[in-house]
């Protein structure tokens, strides 16, 4: 176990906050960073590829903002979960085995938004389960597909409310349930080329059709859906399904993020390089310092501040973030 706050060069400090480390050594393939300022246990939350799953506090970017002052003790933003530190796994380790055919990705894992309970998809039985990450006991089981269930989402909600969870299977079904205090999302990839947008009601609203396999999707606001295909190509799509700007990626990504205006669009892959790019002309801004090992993972805290890459590694890579620095009001002005 490794905590690392990078202050080697005043640029490093600027870019990237810190690494930690974890002990299992195992690829971090989903991170989630519900930091709501009203939220009593706000956390980077992270599921390992072994399914042990970590709630490690968070602090805030105060340190690293008022790094200036070299008087001042440096706070790291990022407290690794006690359990974790105590050795006491069992209450963090998800011992029920998934299919033996289920790829384990971030789509597999969910976290509810005051940071209680973790669903998994990808069991043999066609279920997916919910976990209380406070005692790692399992909670409930939901059965409702008719073959291996491979993602789980969920809408927008209030701490500790009401939303829905989406669930998408192998038999090529969507279910959506209502359940008191989580998830749902509305996006779908198979394996024949086809994307397809949901409303929550149910009702199909657009197909993508494409010869190529989708791989990952992000949908904004504002109506744009972002496909990212097994090839490297990217596009942009408007709610009306035309291709708005598309452009090639040299690397295998393997998280994607939006920002909450959907003005800019996260990448992150096997070369171990987060990438900012514009969305509406797909133009690289900018790139964060490479990495050692392969993004599996991404999140973003409450207020965009931080960005969190989960690491093939068994890390995770905090990067400081400000959009800001690219919107054309503030380049004209400072």
């Known amino acids: 176990m490794q905590v690392t706050p990078l202050m080697f060069t005043e640029q490093m400090q600027q870019d990237v906050i810190m690494v930690l480390k974890f002990p299992s050594n195992s690829a971090v393939v989903y991170v989630s960073a519900h930091t709501q300022a009203g939220l009593s246990n706000s956390a980077i939350v992270t599921v390992t590829a072994n399914r042990i799953f970590s709630i490690n506090k968070w602090d805030g970017l105060t340190g690293h903002q008022s790094s200036s002052n070299p008087e001042q003790q440096y706070q790291l933003p990022v407290e690794i979960d006690p359990v974790i530190v105590a050795n006491l796994m069992h209450r963090r380790q998800v011992c029920d085995l998934l299919d033996q055919s289920v790829e384990v990705n971030s789509h597999c894992f969910l976290v509810s938004a005051d940071n209680r ?7 043999w039985d066609k279920s997916f ?10 909670v409930q089981i939901v059965f409702g597909h008719r073959d291996v269930v491979t993602c789980v989402f969920r809408s927008e909600s209030y701490i500790g409310g009401d939303c829905y969870i989406l669930s998408s299977s192998r038999d090529a079904t969507l279910l959506l349930w209502y359940w008191s205090g989580k998830h749902c999302c509305i996006g779908d990839t198979q394996n024949d080329g086809l994307c397809l947008l949901h409303s929550v009601s149910g009702e199909l609203l657009r197909v993508f059709e494409s010869t190529e396999r989708p791989t990952l999707m992000q949908a904004s606001a504002e109506g744009h ?3 990212y295909y097994s090839s490297g190509h ?5 709610i009306n399904g035309k291709l708005l700007r598309d452009t090639q990626i040299e690397d295998n990504i393997r998280a994607m993020l939006l920002s909450k205006d959907g003005q800019y669009l996260l990448c992150g892959g096997e070369r171990g390089v987060l990438t900012v790019w514009q969305l509406h002309d797909l133009k690289l801004l900018f790139t ?6 392969a993004i599996r993972s991404m999140a973003m805290t409450t207020d965009q ?9 068994g890390s995770i890579v905090l990067f400081y973030n400000d959009f800001n620095r690219w919107h054309h009001e503030y380049r004209t002005r400072y």
């Open 305 to 313: 501040r931080c960005i969190i890459t989960g690491m093939a590694s």
């Open 117 to 123: 309970f973790l669903f998994i998809a990808g069991f």
């Open 129 to 138: 389960r919910i976990y209380n990450t406070d005692t790692g006991k399992l």
């Open 234 to 238: 990217v596009c942009v799509y408007s």
């Open 288 to 293: 964060y310092p490479g990495c050692d090992a």
């Open 225 to 227: 859906c972002v496909i």
